[in-house]
């Protein structure tokens, strides 16, 4: 049985910085492309980053320099460092694999920048 579950959400001031973290299980981890996606209230879900198998990452424009991902093959977990964060960035985040014909998803973690 796949799953996905993200964790390291929760409430910080702007500014701050948060680590979440996306533990997967039931497929081949190191082959999957990994995704952080992101649901903003009132807005539709949009790609935030993506790691491949080999490790090379690409982000939105509007995240670059701000967030980080990473991935830990010896963990089957890919992590997602977010830095000087805005109250724009309060959203639910979701951990999405790709593997093969497959796409997965996690259940979502809140995010709140606020002061």
């Known amino acids: 049985q796949v799953q996905l579950v993200e964790s390291g959400g929760g409430l910080v001031q702007p500014g701050g910085s948060l680590r979440l973290s996306c533990a997967a299980s039931?497929?081949?981890?190191?082959?999957?492309?990994m995704r952080w996606y992101r649901r903003a209230p009132g807005k539709e879900r949009e790609l935030v980053a993506v790691?491949?198998?080999?490790?090379?990452?690409n982000y939105v424009d509007s995240m670059k320099g701000r967030f980080t991902i990473s991935r830990d093959n010896a963990k089957n977990t890919v992590y997602l460092q977010m830095n000087s964060l805005k109250p724009e960035d309060t959203a639910v985040y979701y951990c999405?694999?790709?593997?093969?014909?497959?796409?997965?998803w996690g259940q979502g973690t809140q995010v709140t920048v606020s002061s």
């Open positions: 999405n694999a790709l593997h093969l014909v497959y796409t997965y």
């Open positions: 039931g497929f081949t981890f190191s082959s999957a492309v």
């Open positions: 790691i491949d198998a080999s490790g090379h990452t």
